[in-house]
């Protein structure tokens, strides 16, 4: 039967026999940096699709550099130790892969160096994100973390804590999600997802300056919105009033793709249904995303279950003796 696989100290297993000790460092402090990649199953082409995955690690050991960590693998060993962790679970449907690098020391006390590190990633399914036509949301009454706080440029565990209660907040008062302000008041994230409006026709979203996460998945928009639909997309702080002024918004994740947004503190955003060019990169990115444009090719690696791994411009990446533990 199919199960999530997990890698964990050089061994693959059942994510339910990967256990870290009470007095491990990040469970304490949060020291530690993850990541979210989608294998996305095509039922009619008989393979996964990873979409961007070495640039998602590639993000990631640059998180580790800002957590004093240094991890005994390349960002192609964590590809191919990934890949071989998505084919022995045996699943024909999306495969969710979450990497987790964490100071692994036994140790209590509030540091960053002169501790072990480690890796490991998780292959599994989780249920489908639904947006029942689009989300509503609030602004949220916690203020976005700064860099110079915790660094906001990588996927920081600790961090989040920032993200669930805007969620949480969101949820217990009726709404989908927060959207959460920096301490200026410019608009920054939803509690995990990357932030566009559309006005004046124009494609906007807050910039690098603004305490957001660089997106894999804001980047893959942008690109396609340039490409595809000729328009390019606007850097630049947003006010919150500008949330109400609108005539289309969304949120953009890995595990949400790209997401609606109808409406803002009880205020519809423009028609109060999801708009004409949030619906265009929707679609877009799900076939990107999927592998199905060879225009992307060079984004994409493909796994068929049983065969080699293959990316669709023809260059193998071999699964390493590393993977076979």
Known sequence: MPEPVAF????????????????????????????????????EKQRFCLFRVREHYCRQLAACKMLHMQLPYTADDMVNITLEAVRRTGFRQNVYCRPVAYKSSEFIGVKLHDLEDDWLVIATVLPP??????????TSSWTRISDNQIPTHGKICGGYVNGALAKTEAQ?????????LTPDGHVSEGAVTNTFVVLKGNLVTP???????????RDTVMQLARNELGIDTIERSIVRSELYEAEEAFFTGTYAGVVPIVEVDHRPVGTGAPGPLTASLQQMYRQVA??????????????????DVTRDDGTLTAVKELSQS
């Open 8 to 43: 964990f100290r050089g061994h693959y297993m059942n994510p339910k026999d990967a256990r870290i000790g009470v007095m491990t460092h990040a469970f304490h402090y949060g020291t530690a940096t993850f990541g979210g990649i989608n294998a996305t199953w095509d039922e």
């Open 129 to 138: 994100f639904s947006t029942s036509g689009g989300l509503r949301c609030c």
């Open 172 to 180: 217990l008062a009726g709404f989908d999600d927060g959207i959460m």
């Open 207 to 217: 910039p690098p300056c603004d305490s957001i996460l660089l997106g894999m998945t």
């Open 290 to 307: 999927m592998g199905r444009n060879p225009k992307y090719a060079g984004w994409c690696t493909f796994l068929v279950p049983d065969q």
